[in-house]
């Protein structure tokens, strides 16, 4: 079963930072998208953002857009996070996901191969 590993997560004050980590096994190098998505206590499981492996383009959800960078390192197999200006509201588990079927929205969780096991992240006012 092939897993992706997330690392990064903690906790911190509101207004700060962390950047997430997901590494994807070299079985699959080679992928179309990877992205980011999150789930509170209570809540369904949500896109954070998504990267286009190829091109580099990127996606954002509203609330993401403008506080949280998604980027890439091809060479390395990861996928980073980095999460500015935290809120109590950003606190969730957040997992990484990746090989999106083709043609499909990149925020649907159901149609991804490869999950991580998720990295909490915990925001105090």
């Known amino acids: 079963q092939v897993q992706l590993a997330e690392s990064g997560g903690g906790s911190v004050q509101a207004g700060g930072s962390l950047r997430l980590s997901c590494v994807a096994p070299?079985?699959?190098?080679?992928?179309?998208?990877m992205s980011w998505f999150r789930q509170a206590p209570g809540r369904e499981r949500e896109g954070v953002a998504a990267?286009?492996?190829?091109?580099?383009?990127?996606y954002y959800a509203d609330f993401a857009q403008g506080r949280f960078t998604i980027s890439q390192d091809k060479a390395k197999n990861t996928m980073y996070l980095q999460m500015n200006n935290l809120t109590p509201e950003d606190t969730a588990m957040y997992y990484c996901?990746?090989?999106?079927?083709?043609?499909?929205?990149?925020?649907?969780?159901?149609?991804?191969?490869?999950w991580g096991r998720g990295t909490q992240v915990t925001v105090s006012s």
């Open positions: 990267i286009y492996r190829l091109y580099g383009r990127t």
């Open positions: 070299e079985s699959i190098d080679y992928t179309n998208s």
């Open positions: 996901a990746a090989d999106l079927l083709p043609g499909v929205l990149w925020s649907r969780r159901d149609a991804y191969h490869y």
